[in-house]
């Protein structure tokens, strides 16, 4: 089903382009499509069907992917890191949690969190410190394919922290809830 006639003017103008230049990537001629933004006509099907398929091209090249905004650089921590390595790279580079990575595979995350109810419990701090990630990790962040449209990586987010970003079922980048907000913000 295509959508309202009026919508050809709307989208032509958010869009910044001239009737003539519609034309030219369209082949509907600029004088039809003047006709139809004015009410004046009625067109084919066809020919609206060029113009609206047009609009939608335009939409999906310049939709927001993972590899758009992500962050290549994944800041994270190995299975057999102890934790106190792991915690002073948490506070050298301002995050509250890390995913656990071997060999671009994303195995788990180890956060401020669980260091903490880790020490909360009946661990002694110097001995928790000593061990291994692997130990005391949570589950992994969810992945995604480096091409998922941002309105996924969006809704992931709202319920994770992060997410991995993986091409070829290699860990690639890594997508926060700030990645998110930046992204967000220079789409408008």
């Not at 071997?102 to 002694?124: A, Y």
């Amino acid at each position: 089903m295509l959508p309202e006639l009026g919508e050809i003017k709307k989208k032509r103008k958010t869009m910044g382009i001239t009737q003539t230049e519609l034309s030219k990537k369209t082949g509907v001629s600029q004088s039809l499509i003047a006709k139809m933004e004015s009410n004046a006509i009625v067109p084919s099907y066809t020919n609206a069907k060029k113009i609206f398929d047009f609009f939608e091209s335009v939409h999906e090249k310049h939709r927001a992917k993972a590899e758009d905004f992500m962050t290549k650089k994944i800041i994270s921590v190995r299975t057999d890191s102890t934790i106190k390595s792991a915690i002073k790279i948490m506070e050298k580079n301002s995050v509250s949690q890390l995913p656990v990575i071997n060999e671009s595979k994303n195995l788990g995350t180890i956060s401020e969190k669980s260091v903490l109810e880790k020490i909360n419990s009946e661990e002694s701090a110097e001995k928790l410190l000593e061990k291994n990630v692997e130990e005391i990790m949570d589950d992994a962040m969810p992945q995604i394919s480096y091409d998922a449209p941002f309105e996924v990586i969006s809704s992931i987010l709202s319920a994770f922290p992060g997410v991995i970003v993986t091409n070829k079922g290699k860990a690639v980048g890594i997508i926060t809830k700030l990645d998110l907000l930046k992204a967000a913000i220079s789409k408008k």
